[in-house]
């Protein structure tokens, strides 16, 4: 369906700031819901953020809320993580992930995702 190509990440001392991009293409239209994930090595998939392109209201874990900031351009299918304060837990590699629009009790959920970009390596040094 759609594809996403993420860029952005890269090496921040901690207490820093990263904007992470998220280009959407292909059939967009089909997936209207749009998310950001993070792994680090040795740890389960763990949710960031989630919204949709119609709507105007965000999902954030608990791990970022206050400091992480999803917003979007849809006339440029681009979706961005703006993340500030970073912490050296912030290490991770970040995907974008694209899917259906679903119930909210499902957006944590990788699972609920049927496109995922390839990911970014966001380091945070302390």
């Known amino acids: 369906q759609v594809r996403l190509v993420e860029s952005g990440g890269g090496l921040v001392q901690a207490g820093g700031s990263l904007r992470l991009s998220c280009v959407a293409s292909g059939r967009t239209f089909s997936s209207d819901l749009m998310a950001w994930f993070r792994q680090a090595p040795g740890k389960e998939r763990e949710f960031v953020a989630a919204?949709?392109?119609?709507?105007?209201?965000?999902l954030y874990g608990d791990s970022v809320k206050g400091r992480f900031t999803f917003s979007k351009d849809n006339a440029q299918n681009t979706v961005y993580l703006q993340m500030n304060n970073l912490k050296s837990e912030d290490t991770a590699v970040y995907y974008c992930?694209?899917?259906?629009?679903?119930?909210?009790?499902?957006?944590?959920?990788?699972?609920?995702?049927?496109?995922w970009g390839q990911g970014t390596q966001v380091t945070v040094s302390s």
């Open positions: 919204r949709s392109w119609s709507g105007g209201s965000t």
């Open positions: 992930a694209a899917g259906p629009l679903i119930g909210r009790s499902a957006l944590m959920r990788p699972n609920s995702y049927n496109s």
